[in-house]
């Protein structure tokens, strides 16, 4: 059965636990240590059989024994704890006992407590009593505490006691943690003030202003602007494209186990799915990530909700989880958005891998296999993993045919484009993956940025961090009606504003950290598609010509430079299309070929997109327009989800 971190019933010992001062005496003899599969035997509570397999299988994986036992529900926590009390001679603490010392706690820090699985919960005499909840990890982090505290008792403590007790003394520490863990020089937060949104206003007024004054010389400049950026847009897609097309026909396909990968362990994998208002979504995501194949007692998937989204946790209590699935409650408080949610489900997530699932993610099988693999391949700087996103619903209308262009451009072409070019990758929302350590040293997510994972994205290549693309799909949910849509859209460019703000703070450091090169295509990618879609009507006027109505510049520069003019924009929609024709190569996307030329209709849905982001910029710059998911998520579940497609 799951069960969730905050815990609200008390759980009482099964055995009779020896008195701590007691248990320090007899530390000091260092009795010989049983095994704990001999003790388990002894107490009945596994057969010769169970035990013989869970070893078997431990000898080829980085869990731990009690972990594979209770992953395949062989074994309760409360049984595995009482078993590890008598492995270690010594007892066992619960939520019934007296709340730790909230000093103690603070010395060691609530992240390296969560981290070590070790609670300080008070002083006998020149003794700290330790709770731990991996006895067996104790003797690497006995000197590190034995400098913090001096003399150590060690107690056992189940790891779901161990998190409730810690939300129970140190709640709002948590919580204050989850918003803040970005370095303030690296995050959006202070970005709220009535200054920051009297410059954006100031600004736009002044171009208002210039329009008004000298129309013609205004709409010329911003003109000028708007076909610069459309053919440096165009040229980066080019060199993508050709960058792509090379990568698939150099690419050699790896063995499916590779010496290395042999060699090494399988590590335990931490998925967080973060859900807001979804109780319909619940029962099929639960169906979807049971096809995981990766083994279960490596698995740790925890179902991240808001405290106060009833609807959702009740949900989730009506399921009977398996034991490899978590819910974790994030505390109520003001800002609530996936990356707050993330940051905090992040501290009680066991693996050396975090990884991120939407709720309406359909993963393929085997993915968890690929991507470790190639983690385990990759080099030592190769941080984070990003698999393509793909819809389900590609045919359901043709908003969500264009998208599911646009997605496979964006995906098979640009993304990996980008990596051959060595330029930074911003990340999707979903099918990421990361080494733990890499994440938590850059404090994670920033809680106050409505995108997330572009901004992670460069944030990892400013500190010298690889990203690996990989051929593995996640299919997803379209939106297939244009109001989510451009809601979805304006926030996702209200976040490539704020990301390009925050990492232009300073500009020169992030010149010396990126490298010319990707602070060029940083530039490119945030500024030019903000500038592109902001002045995408001025390109538009240039169809007027087209169709013989004239042009307002026409009388002023001649009909040469009106030509040029409307040779740049028209080649450039011949490079859209171009770079369409080879994202849709793919058999399941053939289809999808006949719909680009109607794409010249969908990307106006952007700008009006655009002038919302900007607005939000202004008025609300951390509101998140939550994505909205229909009933057509249920589209999918007897589908095979693809694996690699090229």
Not at 612 to 632: N, V
Request: glycine share 6%; with cysteine.
């Amino acid at each position: 059965m799951g069960h969730t971190v905050a815990f609200d019933q008390v759980r009482t010992p099964h055995a009779r636990v020896k008195p701590v001062l007691e248990l320090v005496v007899q530390r000091k003899q260092d009795p010989v240590r049983r095994q704990l599969g001999q003790i388990l035997l002894e107490m009945g509570l596994v057969t010769d059989e169970d035990l013989m397999r869970a070893l078997e299988t431990q000898s080829r994986q980085a869990g731990f024994l009690g972990d594979i036992l209770i992953a395949r529900n062989l074994l309760t926590e409360a049984q595995l704890s009482e078993a590890l009390a008598q492995q270690y001679n010594t007892s066992f603490f619960t939520q019934s006992q007296p709340l730790p010392d909230p000093s103690l706690i603070d010395r060691l820090g609530l992240q390296r407590c969560l981290r070590m699985q070790c609670l300080p919960w008070h002083r006998a005499g020149d003794v700290t009593v330790i709770a731990c909840a991996r006895p067996a990890e104790f003797v690497h982090h006995r000197a590190e505490l034995e400098l913090l505290f001096g003399h150590l008792a060690m107690v056992v403590i189940s790891e779901d006691d161990l998190h409730a007790t810690v939300l129970r003394t140190r709640r709002s520490r948590l919580k204050l943690w989850a918003e803040t863990c970005v370095a303030e020089s690296e995050s959006c937060r202070k970005m709220h003030t009535r200054w920051f949104g009297n410059v954006l206003c100031l600004g736009f007024l002044s171009i208002l202003a210039l329009a008004a004054l000298a129309p013609l010389t205004t709409m010329l400049t911003l003109t000028l602007v708007a076909t610069f950026c459309l053919t440096v847009n165009s040229l980066l897609k080019i060199a993508a494209a050709f960058a792509a097309y090379r990568s698939r026909r150099d690419r050699t396909e790896p063995p499916a186990q590779g010496a290395q990968f042999v060699r090494l362990r399988k590590p335990v994998v931490s998925i967080l799915v973060p859900l807001h208002n979804e109780p319909l979504v619940v029962p099929r995501l639960i169906n979807r990530l049971a096809r995981l194949t990766w083994p279960r007692e490596l698995l740790d998937i925890l179902l991240v909700v808001e405290e106060h989204d009833h609807a959702t946790r009740t949900a989730l209590a009506a399921c009977n989880l398996p034991r490899w699935m978590r819910v974790i409650p994030v505390p109520d408080a003001p800002l609530k958005t996936k990356p707050r949610a993330l940051n905090y489900a992040m501290l009680f997530a066991r693996g050396a891998i975090i990884g991120v699932y939407d709720a309406e993610d359909a993963p393929d099988p085997a993915q968890i296999h690929h991507v470790v693999q190639c983690f385990q391949n990759g080099p030592p700087n190769l941080a984070c993993v990003q698999g393509v996103l793909d819809f389900y619903n590609a045919r359901k209308n043709w908003l969500s045919r264009c998208f599911a262009i646009e997605y496979a451009t964006w995906f098979r072409v640009i993304l990996p484009g980008m990596q051959r070019l060595g330029l930074a990758v911003p990340l999707g929302g979903t099918t990421l993956f990361f080494r733990r350590d890499i994440l938590e040293a850059l404090g994670g997510w920033d809680a106050y940025n409505v995108t997330e994972d572009a901004d992670l994205g460069i944030r990892l290549a400013r500190h010298g961090y690889y990203t690996q693309l990989l051929d593995t799909v996640t299919l997803e949910e379209a939106n297939c009606r244009p109001i989510p849509w451009i809601k979805q859209r304006s926030r996702w460019l209200k976040g490539y504003a704020v990301t390009w703000l925050v990492h232009m703070r300073a500009p020169r450091q992030c010149w010396n950290q990126l490298g010319a090169w990707r602070f060029f295509g940083v530039q490119v990618l945030f500024l030019g598609t903000l500038v592109q879609f902001m002045l995408a009507p001025l390109l538009w006027s240039f169809w007027l010509m087209l169709l013989g109505f004239g042009h307002p510049l026409q009388s002023q520069f001649g009909t040469g430079v009106m030509i040029a003019f409307v040779t740049v924009f028209l080649l450039s929609e011949a490079v859209t299309i171009s770079v369409g024709i080879l994202a849709l190569n793919a058999r399941s996307h053939r289809h999808l070929r006949l719909w680009l030329p109607t794409l010249h209709a969908y990307f106006p849905l952007a700008v009006l997109a655009v002038y919302k982001a900007m607005y939000e910029l202004i008025m609300a710059p951390f509101y998140w327009d939550k994505t909205s998911h229909s009933d057509q998520a249920a589209a999918c579940d007897d589908l095979r989800v693809a694996g690699p497609t090229h």
